[in-house]
């Protein structure tokens, strides 16, 4: 629920943003996932907002995307844990474990 009261006249408005979605996990591991959502169902967003500085208000309306429905399909490539898809553990390529962010070797220039 979006509500604007207290800005100037043409600004005081109050309406419902209601999205929704609905998915379907498949594939072994519930690797892939079909999707489809739908964006301002009431059809009543108005994409208002109000700026407020030291030195001025600012009452901004703008052109949004209203109701539409977007269908998405998302695949996992693999796990990012560690293991290999056998579960054996993938250390043998850095010894202890992952290197810190940031240090040579993980894929970040050194200093």
Known sequence: YQAYQGLSSSFNQKYYLWNAGLGYKFMKGNACVKRITAYD???????????????????????????YLMITFTYKLRKFNGKGEDGKDMK??????????????????GR
Do not use: A, C
Not at 42 to 57: A, D, E, K, M, W
């Open 41 to 67: 169902i009431l059809n009543q967003n108005r994409s208002i907002q109000r700026n407020v500085t030291q030195t001025y208000y600012e009452d901004v309306r703008t052109k949004v995307l209203t109701r």
């Open 92 to 109: 043998m390529f850095f010894p202890g474990g992952m290197p810190p962010p940031g240090t040579p070797g993980h894929g970040m220039p």
